[in-house]
């Protein structure tokens, strides 16, 4: 089973470019045309939020467009830029399926891997947010019983990662949500976005990992005290592998026009 991970496409409307200097829509169509390309092609492609830049419709319906390129089922949880009703009426119950309290929280029948998506969005912060009504219907899904392993996917990462983003903007609720995670066990990975970066850690009995942006990676500041930056970068998201033997393996997908050499060296005569 392959799963594409693209994260933080921050779309902005009409023509512009995000911030004045972000290609993001070029960036979007960029990966979703190399998505299509893979062989094998991926069974479904899962978008980790910030789909708009500013939560408008404009944005949602200018990404909607690309992303209703993909040869792909694709679905999606929303980001701190987004807006739940806007995604809804634009990609609509098929895309991202609304739970009974109104978040965007699903299952995803009919894979290999029991796919889960959480709605991280907090009504007090740009930070997680996973509020008791969000545990319970998590919690009620976890309890069902099911011998898959499960991989949750959500915009925010649920614990730190030496970024503002994560250290100082924090994420309601995430001791319970680790209780869940670490009561029913098999969660064999969160996916996350949010951090504009590719980087994995261990968490509950878990491994987190966050999908890079697709074109504006966060500087890096170990020490916190700096406000967080954007540097334009290549577009890129993660390929998750799930093995014959039973593992999710990672990888890095850079969308760049690049020459590949051979490995048969031949010294010039
Ligand atoms: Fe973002
Ligand atoms: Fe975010």
Redesign the pocket.
Known sequence: MLIAQLS?LHIAPGEQKTFGVAPMAENLQRCVAHINALKPTPDLVLVT??IANDAAQAEVERAAAILGRLDSPFYLVP???DNRRVLSSVFGNQVCPTSVDGFIQYEIDGYDLRLIGLDSVSHAS?GGELCPKRLAWLEERLTQADERPCVIFM??PPANFAVP?TDIDGFLGAEDFGDLVEKYGKIERILA???HLPAFRTWRQTIISTAPSIGMRLTIDLTLEKDSQFILEEPSYHLHYWTPEGTLLTHQIIVADEKAYSFAYEPAQ
Do not use: A, S, T, V
């Open positions: 933080d939020g910030d980001g701190n830029h740009p915009h925010h983003e976005g949010h951090i």
